[in-house]
């Protein structure tokens, strides 16, 4: 059992610091990204962008690019089942129903728009980025959008997390290994991202999940599921340096930033029946099905077990929004009694003063305390939903002056008993 450990799940936010693209900007990539493109000439990521605010237009905030994945997602299935109606395994329900709207023609009027070959393939090419896509079919039109989009993604993620990138920033990765030579061990450190930022910059070993197997890094199950003593670093929703080791597993390249993980389809479906595409990422809103594949499976069955059994977990730049990992820190938190939540965030807070409404200038936040059914703030009500019961409430509490902030003032040293004396939220 882990009487000390602690346990770090880091979100998006908490590569910020070292210039990760938020979700906006990465929204904004496939938004502008010429490779496939509308009869207009506009791009596909932006037409569909455009379709999905037009149809969630009282909740735009909801659409960025995982949505757009998760379009291209059922538009891959659509089709498939529509025209290979024979193959079980396509099952979406809808072409028994219903044709897309005819707007889609915009974008599949292959003639108006793409080259085609001698063999009947169509082709296109992002002359910057090196990526070329070719596609017989509709089906298979929407399965090299998605490939396209997930490597665009992935682009991303090397751009900040190649290890000389990192390595330049001598003072954050000073204060980050400060911080986590401060917490008790054995270190269980998790992340929704797709980097290994923390493994770069940890000096102690760190086990990844992958062990040597003759020449490469496989999958670990037996260490991964058993052993509870060893510092770990899990990528809950997969990794740029996953790749394939055929037939079904995953291998590891830490040194590598993999495109292309297999072409098409999967032989994995989801509940519904529908096939999954092949990516070493899982993006979209089919995480739930996605991670019931090795590795994903057993990692968040780790992360679940070390919430069970832990002192302490730092939620760090993570949004809750996943079901999934939720309803983890939810039910470990109403389980293990002990268990102290602290959530790093960036946020400007409001709430109503006696006078007039104005900024809270506070560093902490104690989410017990009875003035902060006064907040509208989404934070406060991710929180509300995903996690807090009254039962747990006394264990929460709130650093908002960001991550960066986080570690150069050393804040990990606070004494958290002491925040509502130090920072109450009323003179």
Same mark, same amino acid.
């Given at each position: 059992?882990?009487?000390?450990?602690?346990?770090?799940?880091?979100?998006?936010?908490?590569?910020? @610091?070292?210039?990760?693209?938020?979700?906006?900007?990465?929204?904004?990539?496939?938004?502008? $990204?010429?490779?496939?493109?509308?009869?207009?000439?506009? &791009?596909?990521?932006?037409?569909?962008?455009?379709?999905l605010i037009g149809h969630y237009h009282l909740d735009p905030d909801s659409v960025n690019f995982e949505t757009i994945i998760n379009a291209i997602d059922y538009l891959i299935t659509f089709y498939a089942s529509k025209?290979? /109606?024979?193959?079980?395994?396509?099952?979406?329900?809808?072409?028994?129903?219903?044709?897309?709207?005819?707007d889609i023609n915009d974008v599949i009027c292959f003639d108006r728009i793409y080259d085609r070959d001698s063999n009947g393939f169509w082709h296109t090419l992002n002359d910057n980025l090196g990526l070329h896509s070719s596609w017989k079919g509709t089906d298979y039109f929407?399965?090299?959008?998605?490939?396209?989009?997930?490597?665009?993604?992935?682009?991303?993620?090397?751009?900040?997390?190649? @290890?000389?990138?990192?390595?330049?920033? /001598?003072?954050?990765?000073?204060?980050?290994? +400060?911080?986590? $030579?401060?917490?008790?061990?054995?270190?269980?450190?998790?992340?929704?991202?797709?980097?290994?930022?923390? &493994?770069?910059?940890?000096?102690?070993e760190i086990f990844e999940?992958?062990?040597?197997?003759? +020449?490469?890094?496989?999958? $670990?199950?037996?260490?991964?599921?058993? +052993?509870?003593?060893?510092?770990?670093?899990?990528?809950?929703?997969?990794?740029?340096?996953?790749?394939? +080791?055929? @037939?079904?597993?995953?291998?590891?390249? @830490?040194?590598?930033?993999?495109? $292309?993980?297999g072409y098409g389809s999967s032989n994995e479906i989801d509940q519904e029946g529908r096939e999954l595409m092949n990516s070493n990422i899982i993006t979209g809103f089919n995480k739930p099905s996605r991670i019931l594949r090795n590795p994903y499976l057993q990692f968040y069955?780790?992360?679940?077990?070390?919430?069970?059994?832990?002192?302490?977990?730092?939620?760090?730049?993570?949004?809750?929004?996943?079901?999934?990992i939720n309803q983890a820190i939810k039910t470990s938190s109403l389980v293990n009694k002990s268990l102290?939540?602290?959530?790093?965030t960036y946020s400007l807070l409001e709430l109503e003063n006696k006078n007039a409404k104005t900024r809270l200038g506070y560093d902490w936040i104690k989410y017990n305390s009875s003035q902060l059914r006064l907040l509208d703030e989404s934070l406060i009500y991710n929180l509300a939903t995903g996690i807090v019961q009254s039962e747990n409430s006394d264990r929460i509490y709130i650093y908002r002056k960001g991550y960066k902030r986080f570690l150069e003032k050393k804040e990990w040293q606070m004494d958290l008993s002491k925040i509502e004396e130090r920072f109450p939220l009323f003179n």
């Open positions: 059992m882990l009487a000390n450990s602690t346990i770090i799940l880091n979100g998006a936010g908490a590569a910020i @610091p070292w210039g990760a693209s938020s979700t906006q900007d990465i929204t904004k990539i496939l938004r502008e $990204d010429t490779t496939f493109r509308s009869i207009t000439g506009q &791009p596909l990521g932006g037409w569909l962008y455009n379709k025209n290979r /109606k024979s193959r079980a395994r396509f099952k979406n329900l809808m072409p028994a129903f219903f044709e897309v709207k005819e929407f399965e090299s959008v998605y490939r396209c989009f997930t490597n665009l993604i992935i682009i991303q993620i090397e751009k900040y997390s190649e @290890p000389k990138k990192i390595n330049k920033r /001598k003072s954050l990765n000073s204060h980050l290994k +400060d911080f986590l $030579d401060s917490i008790s061990k054995p270190l269980r450190g998790y992340t929704t991202n797709y980097d290994r930022l923390l &493994p770069v910059i940890y000096l102690n999940g992958f062990s040597k197997c003759e +020449d490469k890094l496989s999958f $670990d199950l037996n260490k991964v599921l058993n +052993d509870d003593q060893c510092d770990v670093y899990y990528n809950l929703h997969g990794s740029a340096h996953f790749d394939q +080791d055929f @037939p079904e597993n995953v291998k590891y390249e @830490p040194n590598k930033f993999i495109r $292309d993980f069955y780790r992360f679940f077990q070390d919430c069970l059994i832990s002192e302490a977990l730092y939620i760090i730049g993570y949004s809750f929004g996943d079901i999934h102290k939540i602290v959530f790093v």
